[in-house]
T-cell receptor, first 111, second 114 residues
């Protein structure tokens, strides 16, 4: 079972920031937070991951609370092509632990 | 550097036939994972393989499904005697030994059983 809780759906205006929350209250000390997205009918795409510090890359920023029980994925300037299902996943880095996908958040970016 | 290659992209089989889905991982990746996505549902883990070894098959149906990742060549997901309920998108992912950035997924194979 997925160890995270996400809203079922969200809307965002094109050009605005999209902030996607995720709760992971039972996260362990050695578990990372990963974000993937799946654009309709395509394979999931890795976005970003982090342990406890905030992370930023060319796609997004990841803000993890100090107690690590929740996080927020930020798409700074959402475009129509960012419409997708976004998955927040917690797992240890490396090893043989598989990625377990929950239901994710369906983000719709509106013109 | 080519990504994860899956073929065929679309596969149609009649009930009772066999389906073979192929996955070539990214260069340098030695771990392969198969996921299934039923229509309007989420991704479900099926099996995790390394070269010549099945590491975790906890998500594989007990009958008709098998997977392999031989020393040479692609990983194969094989479904024998397909039924309508096997119609789904099957995604393969690969990762390197270090697994620092999670998995890279292929574009999937869409299996339709008629």
């Amino acid at each position: 079972d997925a160890k995270t809780t996400q809203p079922t759906s969200m809307d965002c205006a094109e050009g605005r920031a999209a902030n996607l929350p995720c709760n992971h209250s039972t996260i362990s000390g050695n578990e990372y937070v990963y974000w993937y997205r799946q654009i309709h009918s395509q394979g999931p795409q890795y976005i970003i991951h982090g342990l406890k510090n905030n992370e930023t890359n060319e796609m997004a920023s990841l803000i993890i609370t100090e107690d690590r029980k929740s996080s927020t994925l930020i798409l700074p300037h959402a475009t129509l092509r960012d419409t997708a299902v976004y998955y927040c996943i917690v797992r240890t880095q490396g090893g043989s632990e598989k990625l377990v996908f929950g239901k994710g958040t369906k983000l719709t970016v509106n013109p | 550097n080519a990504g994860v290659m899956q073929n065929p992209r679309h596969l149609v089989r009649r009930r009772g036939q066999e389906a073979r889905l192929r996955c070539s991982p990214m260069k340098g990746h030695s771990h392969v994972y198969w996921y299934r996505q039923l229509p309007e549902e989420g991704l479900k883990f099926m099996v995790y393989l390394q070269k010549e070894n099945i590491i975790d098959e906890s998500g594989m149906p007990k009958e008709r499904f098998s997977a392999e990742f031989p020393k040479e060549g692609p990983s194969i997901l094989r479904i024998q005697q397909v039924v309508r309920g096997d119609s789904a998108a099957y995604f393969c992912a690969s990762s390197p030994e270090s697994d620092s950035y999670g998995y890279t997924f292929g574009s999937g194979t869409r299996l339709t059983v008629v």
